[in-house]
């Protein structure tokens, strides 16, 4: 399919975390969005793109401050339909003559809500088509500010106990705006709101994962020209998808690059070499550098800094092994969207950073290669969908995400060697005992870490002092938030008794059942 045929919808980013939710629910609906920070939606861009609607993300900052990030004013010119989300909202109130303020209402009751909400009917509008079945609707909240007078022509359409304006618009020019976030999955009539929209704006639904991997590819082509290009190979389905579009796009232009930084898991650097070489059968440089990476983080406790230093080697790494190859000006890596959100806005946008993924973080400027990151913007489970319209290995796609900071991230506390050797004989028998009782592809990620503490126990007759590790297993449809894994008590002992018989240095098992949010799925 080509991009020029189709109806676009332009997202305005203003950093909100969920930004790249609202694009996936849109692809899932077949229809062909892009993302632009607020900042670059100039006069040129609209006049090129043609969108022929508008949605305007949340964002962490104040419409109620003079420096506000605001849209240019004619996007309200266009003559096309605009949903604005959360901040959104707030700010198109505030350029059509609305006002909005902060915390506090004068009545002193406070107006902010964070997390689950309900919202009741005040009349039907066409956006909010087969909402409203069952009385009350749940959605999920994120704001401190709210509208506190609506723009002319407005009406109010659903209203919530702390926001009376949940859902305003001027139905004549379909301008809508909505307080709450219908791109998150705890918003669970959300994708009914995003599919009203797609049929108010008369947006055709004809975009599919083909029609992504056409265009990546082309856009690879263009991007990369006669020149040549590397790609860091980890083991994991993104870092295959995006050799293998490079590799469709480039043919032999593309020199793949494995590092083994000492950090992978049990059995992996063989596993990874003969699937690339035999079964899709990529050039192949493997780079066996695991001292270099050890040596550095020895005696290390910051993630941070763990992860700062795994991300300069990389960059040392490669930088020492494309130098080896003529005419290289392009590093093509598997970027995600989950990486890139919590590291910075996948557009450029304000966002807070939450861990700088090793992909993102570390990448100087002498490096002097030019980024290809075709999966910037999917999430995993995308990605999976990808792999397949690209015929990988059906094991390849399964396999459970590995971070790019590999083991090291599992050691939380100063970072031994000793301890790297015991924490990678846990998690292969964690892992096998995870394939024997057939729950591997129910779980979306498992995994061992190893803790910073020994304690006692007894073994034999004879009193032990060692490590403590802990068991994590999450289900996820795309790594923004999961859930602990319920195992059985039975499978529980029977892992942790045979990772205590069978991993000298370890005698005690906990089991992690902390959910994301709040906790992060790694443990640093
Ligand atoms: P967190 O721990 O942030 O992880 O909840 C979400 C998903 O991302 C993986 N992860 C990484 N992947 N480079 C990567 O390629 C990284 O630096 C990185 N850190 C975390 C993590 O394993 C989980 O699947």
Redesign the pocket.
Known sequence: MNTESVDRILIIDFGSQFTQLIARRLRELNAYCEIFPYHKVTTELLQKMLPKAIIMSGGPASATQATAPRPPREIYDLGVPVLAICYGQQIMTVDLGGEVQSGAAESGARTSEFGRAFVDQQQPLDLLTGWFTGGQEQVWMSHGDHVSKLPQNFNVYSYSANAPFAVIADPARKFYGVQFHPEVHHTPKGNKLYENFLKIANIEQNWTMTAYRQQAIQQIREQVGQKRVICGL?G?I?SAVVAVLAHHAVGDQLTCIFVDHGLLRQGEAEEVVSVFQEHLKLPLVFAEEPHLFLNSLEGESDPETK?KIIGKRFIEVFQKYASNIEQVAFLAQ???Y??VI?SVSATGGPSET????????GLPDELGLELVEPLRELF?DEVRALGRELGLPEQLIRR??????GLA?RCPGAFSRSKLDILRRADAIYIDQIKRHGLYDEI??A?VAILPVRTVGVMGDGRTYDYACVLRAVT?VD??T?DYYPFSHDFLSETATRIINEVSGINRVTYDITS?PP??????
């Open positions: 980890s994991g993104d992860r598997g970027t995600l989950p990486d919590e939450i861990k700088s993924h090793h992909n993102v973080g995993k459970h995400p590995f971070p790019g900071p991230i979306w990620q995994f996820s790594g923004m999961a994301k906790g992060t799925i790694e443990w640093e």
